[in-house]
């Protein structure tokens, strides 16, 4: 059997597309719905809150439940209807897809949260602060909610093809 190899010109249109679906898949809108991250982000404060109010007996229960939960949101994540109950649109949003990335210190700002909470919880583990992981959870929440898409796509971002990088190993 041979084969015919693509024109020059067919596999530059190829590779166009290719491409443009990356940044399609990239920039799209992958973010859950506002209730799944309100969900998640308040069940991240009482978990948190609940080892200072229930004491180290309930730790290990709370860290179990907890872990559940995620494995839950994990599995839900793989199956299409899953995906589809937790927000997840299968098509691609043109009006993102076409949006530029943000430039400038606004692409920093989630990340600068995250550095903040590190901050907070590693205080208060060092201090040995009263109701310090009430205050992490507080703030991991509201990371959570007001900034989870954007931390998203900064993290999706950090995976683009680009100027300087050479894409020899891809996964």
């Known amino acids: 059997m041979t ?9 530059a249109r190829a590779l166009t597309q290719v491409g ?4 399609q898949a990239i920039n799209g ?24 109010f229930l004491g ?7 860290s179990i439940g907890f872990a559940l939960l995620i494995v839950l949101y994990a599995i839900l994540l793989r199956t299409r209807r899953g995906s589809s109950a937790l927000g997840r649109s299968a098509r691609v ?10 430039t400038g210190y606004t692409q920093w700002v989630p990340f600068a ?10 205080t208060g583990a ?16 509201a990371i959570l909610i007001f900034f989870g898409p954007a931390l998203e796509r900064a993290l999706l971002s950090a995976g683009k093809r680009g100027p300087g990088k050479t894409d020899a190993a891809r996964p």
Do not use: C, K
């Open 3 to 11: 084969r015919q190899r693509p024109t020059p010109d067919e596999a």
């Open 20 to 23: 443009q679906r990356e940044e």
């Open 29 to 52: 809108g992958t973010s859950d719905a506002l209730w799944v991250r309100l969900v998640i982000g308040l069940l991240l404060f009482g978990s948190l809150a609940a080892r200072d």
């Open 56 to 62: 180290s007996d309930a730790n290990s229960w709370i």
């Open 93 to 102: 949003d043109m009006r993102s897809a076409t949006a530029r990335n943000s």
């Open 113 to 122: 949260i995250v550095v903040l909470a590190l901050a907070v919880g590693l």
């Open 126 to 141: 060092r201090l040995d602060l009263p109701y310090w992981h009430t205050a992490l959870g507080a703030v991991l929440a």
